[in-house]
DNA sequence: CCTAGATGGTTGATGCCTTCAAGTAATTTC
DNA sequence: GAAATTACTTGAAGGCATCAACCATCTAGG
């Protein structure tokens, strides 16, 4: 219990620290790694838990690195798409793949464990169960 | 690993929101819950992760909320200790029971399982060891 | 069609946290 | 006792959080 907070603490941390690395803030760096495919600001906003307006802060900095760009949306023309720029995918694999370089921890694990680590946490925090933001698996 | 990620923002949020509910921010409820004993302000930035400089508004907006104190130490004078006030104290309490009474998450498993957690996370993050900054088990 | 209401996004104000550089007071070292 | 450390404070600059107010656009109801 004690233990979670510490490794959540650890693992935010190490996050912006890679993403400081970059020059990129938390935020900053989270939000990057969410635009795996191109977002609207709102869903932005519901992913990274935070209010809307915040969100156009943040992607005004990035765009400003030119690490995303702003696209109007045909269908609904209030909608602002997101959309990572070349350097920004480039950016996002840098990141990555620190995080995953720097994050030995998991390897201190048998692959059985592993899995039982991630079991237990998904028993413990059903709520995390990964609505569709996730990296991977985009099921359209 | 990604679950790691979700699991330690729903922490994070967790607790800012019970801290919110009482009027205090991430790292002012955070650093009440470490004065379980007194603590210099050097102390706390080192346990908070965070430039002393910070310390110094966080402590004062806690004292300004007479939630606790500063004061001298005999041995080193240039050293503050910081110290609860009684209004403090109920107030650690009251955050700690909510805290507790919120995270059903661990009562989903059973007693066996929650060793396992435990014992996983920590041959994972050995460097999450705490020092001796916990919240309770204070050998002085 | 056309007004009323909801939704997506932006702006501005205020407060808190973060980092950095500089500064004061007290302690330690030589 | 002078020099280097250490504990804490201050100030400036930037980013994030929350809230209220504001346009533009879309959707519903009449």
Do not use: W
Not at 13 to 26: E, Q
Not at 37 to 65: K, W
Not at 68 to 96: M, S, Y
């Amino acid at each position: 219990m004690e233990r979670l907070a510490r490794v959540a603490a650890a693992y935010y941390r190490h996050f912006a620290a890679v993403a400081a690395g970059r020059g990129l803030t938390l935020m900053q760096g989270k939000t990057l790694s969410l635009l795996v495919r191109p977002r609207p600001m709102r869903a932005l906003a519901d992913l990274l838990a935070c209010d809307a307006s915040n969100v156009t802060g943040i992607v005004d900095r990035l765009a400003a690195q030119d690490l995303v760009r702003r696209e109007a949306d045909p269908a609904d023309r209030r909608i602002k798409n997101i959309v990572l720029t070349e350097q920004g995918e480039r950016t996002v694999r840098h990141i990555r793949a620190e995080l995953m370089s720097g994050l030995t921890a998991l390897e201190r694990l048998t692959p059985d464990e592993r899995d039982t680590l991630h079991t237990l946490l998904g028993r413990a925090f059903p709520e995390t169960a990964a609505p569709q933001g996730g990296t991977l698996s985009g099921g359209s």
